[in-house]
């Protein structure tokens, strides 16, 4: 059967779903905190459990907590369609920036069930744990096991600020499932994203059609100098390291802006030693963020930077030393499946444009194990992982509706 | 009675004093953790006292908690001559700092007693309360209520990291005294102290006459920019804080060159928000440290900053605001009083030259209410507020040395 242009998810009902959702793990400005594997955390998966049974799924559950609730397909051979992101918040994060992608999986199944729609092949809605990685890092911990990234138990040996384990804190909120991570064989994967990014907003468009994820290397920085006192340390004689760290800032800023806008780059976390009004900072440690969703660029981005870094400190007494702490090459998606984004916004009328991912998303992951691609719909002003994150009902129904036909393209209506 | 070249102090009892005071409150890399008001303190208190009895002294205390110890003139009329500095350090700090002229102006009694020398003026050795002032905000807390600048009730409301204020942690330390803060009245005082700074070994000498203090201003700078996702947002939409600090860390230190020997300038404690290796820095947090012995100089560079700050900042998209947090004029110390450590150094035979104090010390308060000057020696390397200060044993010899008989020229030997 064809897809009928008119076939439109239950918008209201969705934002009513977001609204419910975001009350679990309120933040203090009118996000979440709902970071993962808290009490918040497991009331959340409660609800989400519990709307999924009222709408006739059965859950799945893996041993790093990953949720998979499915509908079943006509077809008993047919590998399931896979669509979802992630419940888990930011400490100070917003009310959509993964849960739109939960909940509007959910929505499909919902609107298949009013519509009475069958499908060749299942279709599971999925809540990736711990997508944040603020609590324990890194980020996109349970796909990366999925894929084959990482390993369960280096996974389970993630510690947050406190000490506890990651698997200790899965245990004690009682979402630890038997199932092997990765065992699951998928014919493809959607995820719906807020794009976290001003580019779709500032364009006019209501979608985009994601074809690329950014390719990203965190480079710690270390620049050593000397703790000398800020009064009585003549001009020539110091070795600031807090100098260091202003010359690689605006090092990485020229680097990015003279690959633009095919790349990205900044520092976002600094932290100086002794820290000390008046002490000069003695260390400074500092992580670049580097992006490109070409793999050469970035590379000689990185090798840029690995470069003269190292000649900017010298010439002001300071040594340079660093370590790559995160990388992933750029993920190009599926082209099946980035047709059947395109193909549902264009059916759909709804604006929309090819974009590159520049976070860093499950689908990234997931595109190594299964055809994949995403969804984005534009959230006010770029922000997210800030309590003021936003995005219309307009937006999150657009955003909803294309997701919903590239599964349905992807999951095949059965007459 | 003139003073004789070679009336010398007893440098070995010095530095065993030195090393036995240190043993209280030991740091963990060599150096001392006795901050203000802890029970290590008062331990550093005790033995003080006990050692001042023991050579003979009587002991005063006042409302903050300064300790003054008296050795009788044969003048009933005549102003004392103070001398002295703190015992309280770093919570990672040396051994040497403010209590080598503690514990020199004891030495210098202990010498006095040996040879059965009298002075008309009587001698008093001082340990200032919470000279370092990183417990408790700001420095120099005591001298500065003792000569006007604070008052009693806002020093004792002073609140330490868990919120315990001085006046409440004095009084369980048991060291409260009854005496009227700044109600004594002084011939003159004097301050030995380390350099804190890398001048003097690096000019070969041994003796600092320190002629000036330095102005200080701190100024706390916020940059504000936005929190944007590393990853997604574009470069040319970017609102970095991190490239205000970065630019504006080479103006302070283009500015200080610039009016290079005579001023200094440095940032040296910088906070970060949110400091997330994924988020563009939204607001750093920082303080300027501008320092000259010219009042002129001072005020022209904190101008200069003030006018060009604001005009980098807005050049990238952030906004800059500013608040002096903490200054103090240049205090030229009085001629008499540095004569007198000139005129000792000359007589003893110690290499010593004119110097500026980099640092703030008690003897800057001082010298608002009673003639003043300091004599310095020179630290390893210049190293100072760090476990790793340290100086020779020739060095403090040379110091207390020179302090001895810039106290005695002032205090007037009696035949």
Request: aromatic letters at 6%.
């Amino acid at each position: 059967m064809a897809l009928a242009s008119n076939l439109r998810i239950n918008s209201k009902r969705l934002w009513d779903s977001l609204m419910v959702m975001a009350k679990i793990g309120p933040g203090i400005a009118g996000g979440n905190n709902r970071q993962t594997l808290t009490d918040e955390d497991a009331e959340g998966r409660e609800l989400f459990k519990k709307w999924c049974e009222e709408a006739g799924l059965s859950m799945g559950l893996d041993k790093m907590g990953t949720m998979f609730a499915r509908r079943e397909g006509t077809d008993p051979d047919a590998l399931p369609v896979y669509v979802g992101s992630h419940l888990d918040t930011q400490p100070t994060g917003g009310k959509y920036d993964g849960v739109l992608g939960v909940l509007g999986g959910l929505e499909i199944i919902r609107t298949l069930n009013d519509l009475d729609i069958k499908t060749k092949h299942p279709i599971v809605v999925v809540n990736w744990t711990n997508e944040e990685g603020t609590r324990f890092a890194p980020a996109m911990v349970a796909s990366g096991v999925f894929a084959g990234v990482h390993k369960l138990d280096w996974a389970y040996a993630r510690e947050d600020a406190d000490g506890k384990t990651l698997g200790q804190e899965l245990k004690r909120i009682g979402w630890q499932g038997d199932e092997e991570v990765g065992a699951r064989k998928m014919h493809a994967f959607f995820e719906l994203h807020i794009e976290q990014g001003p580019i779709l907003e500032a364009e006019g468009k209501e979608i985009g059609v994601v074809t690329h994820g950014q390719g990203l290397r965190w480079i710690e920085c270390t620049v050593t100098g000397k703790g000398q006192h800020t009064g009585s340390t003549p001009m020539p004689m110091r070795k600031n390291a807090g100098r260091g760290l202003a010359l690689i800032t605006e090092l990485v800023h020229s680097i990015a802006m003279d690959n633009a806008p095919n790349a990205v780059g900044a520092i976002g976390h600094i932290d100086v030693y002794p820290n000390s009004r008046n002490i000069i900072p003695e260390k400074v440690v500092f992580t670049v963020d580097m992006r490109s969703h070409e793999l050469d660029r970035l590379n000689a981005m990185v090798a840029r930077l690995m470069n003269e870094a190292p000649k900017l400190c010298e010439a002001i007494g300071v040594t340079f030393a660093s370590e790559i702490v995160g990388q992933f090459d750029p993920p190009a998606f599926d082209e099946g499946c980035v047709s059947a984004v395109r193909n549902a916004a264009e059916r759909l009328g709804y604006a929309h444009m090819d974009i590159v991912s520049g976070a860093g998303h499950d689908a990234c992951w997931i595109n190594r194990v299964a055809p994949t691609s995403m969804v984005m719909c534009p959230c006010v002003d770029g922000l997210s992982h800030n309590e003021a994150e936003d995005i219309s009902e307009e937006w999150a129904r657009a955003g909803v509706d294309v997701l919903c036909h590239a599964v349905l393209e992807t999951a095949q209506i059965v007459e």
